[in-house]
């Protein structure tokens, strides 16, 4: 099989799909790679060492997809990406479907084969492709919230970390999943007071067991999270249901119970995010304000640290990415459950159910078994 890693081209989005040792693993297995000139200079990664990995340099990304058979990407085609893709192409990036009707359309126009990170799930409810990008959105929700406290950044001037005879930040984390357990280490980190809200008896109970004593595990329903909103300086948007769009708890009226100068940090936008007032940003214009509350929604946070999340994201990917190249992509499904999770397009139909009920699109909808 031939594997094509074109450059991103998402606002600042540093990040590549492929790092040297995952093409040379591709390599290894007997197939051929091929990557954009410059793919990797934001994450730090030379073209040479992508040749020393055995990787093949192409001009253009238009070379690229048009030669591969599988891309492997970190996010999802933008539409000048789309006229790029091709019919029964694989692709393998974080899609996002959910959020995105346009790129769902397409995507079914195309009748490409679809692999999202997002949603391929181990037995035990893990998210193994999302659990890196998870963990370093989530441990950079308080550090933007912090900074965008600051007066000169729209804030209401108030350090998280207090000072003697100053109280620190109250931040509220809404969801405790990997997002949320990781927002609420950083902000403990900083000495803030930290509430996180979940529904799950079990989560709360393990996030009791293993938090800092600044960290207070909560049962989320709407009064609890009503009266959290008027005492947070930082709010943390950290729900997650794999997949599917997120339910909007943070309601535009509730912004009128929160501290003028307060920040909303909604790491679920990609999803759809949390927040009703949400709407997707980037890193060149992060925030914008809603009734006196500043919203930072940026929808690839990690691509600001994105070494790091390169190589993260990259030593996850590869063992499903081997496993979709040497079987194809219909026998590495049928035989590993969780990586048939992550199936979400088969030429032109939607195999993962949250997707089509996202958008009314019931009858487009295809158990995974009836295509594979």
Same mark, same amino acid.
Do not use: C, H
């Given at each position: 099989m031939r594997i094509g890693c074109p450059k991103e081209v998402k606002d600042n989005e540093f990040r590549v799909g492929l790092t040297p040792a995952a093409a040379r693993s591709y390599v290894d297995a007997g197939h051929e790679v091929v990557v954009?000139?410059?793919?990797?200079?934001?994450?730090?990664?030379?073209?040479?060492?992508?040749?020393?990995?055995? $990787?093949?340099?192409?001009?253009?990304?238009?070379?690229?997809?048009?030669?591969? /058979?599988?891309?492997? &990407? @970190?996010? =999802?085609? *933008?539409?000048?990406?789309?006229?790029?893709?091709r019919e029964n192409q694989l692709i393998y990036t974080y899609f996002h479907f959910a959020a995105d009707e346009t790129l769902t359309k397409t995507c079914l126009d195309k009748k490409i084969i679809a692999v999202a990170y997002e949603t391929v799930q181990e037995a035990d409810g893990s998210l193994p492709l999302l659990r890196p990008m998870s963990t370093i959105a989530g441990r950079m929700a308080c550090l933007m919230g912090a900074y965008y406290l600051g007066k000169p950044h729209g804030?209401?001037?108030?350090?998280?970390?207090?000072?003697?005879?100053?109280?620190?930040?109250?931040?509220?984390?809404?969801?405790?999943?990997?997002?949320?357990?990781?927002? $609420?280490?950083?902000?403990?980190?900083?000495?803030?007071?930290?509430?996180?809200? /979940?529904?799950?008896? &079990? @989560?709360? =109970?393990? *996030?009791?067991q293993i938090m800092p004593p600044n960290v207070f595990p909560l049962f989320s329903d709407s009064h609890t999270l009503e009266a959290e909103l008027k005492e947070a300086d930082i709010v943390v948007g950290a729900v997650l249901i794999p997949g599917a769009k997120t339910p909007k708890l943070v309601r535009k009226e509730h912004l009128k119970l929160m501290k003028p100068g307060s920040v909303i940090v909604d790491v679920a936008i990609d999803q759809g995010g949390c927040a009703e007032t949400s709407k997707p940003t980037t890193h060149s214009d992060p925030v914008f304000v809603v009734d006196g509350v500043v919203h930072y929604c940026v929808a690839n946070m990690p691509g600001a640290y994105s070494r790091t999340a390169t190589f993260a994201l990259s030593n996850n990917t590869i063992r499903y990415g081997l496993q979709i190249a040497n079987k194809g992509v219909e026998r590495a499904c049928r035989e590993n459950p969780a990586l048939s999770k992550g199936?979400?397009?088969?030429?032109?139909?939607?195999?993962?159910?949250?997707?089509?009920?996202?958008?009314?699109?019931?009858?487009?909808?295809?158990?995974?078994?009836?295509?594979?």
């Open positions: 954009e000139k410059g793919a990797g200079t934001g994450s730090g990664i030379t073209d040479e060492e992508y040749k020393a990995a055995g $990787a093949k340099i192409l001009d253009t990304a238009k070379e690229v997809w048009s030669t591969a /058979d599988m891309i492997v &990407k @970190v996010k =999802e085609p *933008l539409p000048q990406e789309y006229d790029l893709m804030g209401m001037g108030l350090l998280p970390t207090g000072v003697p005879g100053v109280a620190p930040a109250n931040i509220l984390v809404i969801g405790g999943g990997g997002v949320g357990s990781n927002a $609420a280490r950083v902000g403990a980190g900083l000495g803030a007071k930290v509430t996180i809200l /979940d529904v799950s008896p &079990k @989560v709360l =109970e393990n *996030l009791t199936l979400n397009m088969y030429k032109g139909v939607i195999t993962y159910k949250p997707v089509a009920e996202a958008f009314g699109m019931e009858d487009l909808y295809k158990p995974l078994e009836e295509v594979i």
